[in-house]
């Protein structure tokens, strides 16, 4: 079974800082799609970014980046200049490409706290 | 354009009460997805469904819980008799295929009393 590890439960940053929060997964298939959601307070799902695995460039979102390793099977998501607005719990997710099984597997989210 | 658009926000009802949700996903969106999140099992994924036909339905809790989706603009997840161990907030989420991201509604806050 496909499985998701976000290892940090709990980061923080202070503000105008960089922060890379890490995620590796497991799977045996070849070609899939990596996700990363944002999730305040309010509680909205929100998407940051996107990652096809058969491109080697790795995806960007303004100040939202991700390090994809596929060898490795890590996907980190990097957050520059950190803004007050960007604390939230973060979920790392992947999602296959068989069949017509379109789920996400989610990972257990890492808390992150923006320091003024 | 309107998201994922979920009601009611919040619910609160007494144990053994017939609850239902409801949800609207964004027109064109094929496959809809139902969550449930809580603060011990985090995000599970209940049940999902592609072109109206529920796919997997493995995450389901028990017979409890039961999902429709009569056409490709409606969905409702009713638990009947609800407990409390139902509290949680559910999510529903739409997407337009495979590698496309879901997008997620505001979610219900159920508790049951």
């Known amino acids: 079974a496909q499985t998701v590890t976000q290892s940090q439960p709990e980061m923080s940053v202070q503000e105008a800082e960089t922060v890379t929060l890490s995620c590796t997964y497991d799977?045996?298939?070849?070609?899939?799609?990596l996700f990363w959601y944002k999730q305040p307070p309010s509680r909205q799902m929100i998407l940051v970014i996107r990652?096809?695995?058969?491109?080697?460039q790795n995806a960007t979102e303004n100040r939202f980046s991700v390090n994809f390793q596929k060898a490795a099977k890590s996907f980190s998501l990097k957050i520059s200049d950190s803004q007050l607005g960007d604390a939230a719990m973060y979920f790392c997710?992947?999602?296959?490409?068989?069949?017509?099984?379109?789920?996400?597997?989610f990972g257990k989210g890492t808390l992150l706290t923006v320091n003024p | 354009d309107a998201g994922v658009i979920q009601s009611p926000r919040h619910e609160v009802t007494e144990m053994g009460q017939e609850v239902t949700l409801r949800c609207k996903p964004i027109?064109?969106?094929?496959?809809l997805f139902w969550y449930r999140q809580t603060m011990m099992r985090g995000l599970e994924l209940l049940i999902y469904?592609?072109?109206?036909?529920?796919?997997?339905d493995s995450g389901m809790p028990e017979d409890r819980f039961s999902a429709k989706m009569p056409n490709a603009s409606f969905s409702t997840l009713k638990i009947q008799p609800s407990e409390p161990r139902d509290s949680a907030v559910y999510f529903c989420a739409s997407s337009g295929g495979r590698g496309r991201a879901q997008h997620f509604g505001d979610g219900t806050r159920l508790s049951i009393l």
């Open positions: 799977t045996s298939e070849s070609d899939y799609y």
């Open positions: 027109s064109g969106h094929n496959s």
């Open positions: 990652q096809e695995a058969y491109k080697q």
């Open positions: 469904f592609n072109n109206n036909v529920p796919i997997d």
């Open positions: 997710a992947w999602e296959g490409s068989g069949g017509s099984n379109y789920k996400l597997t």
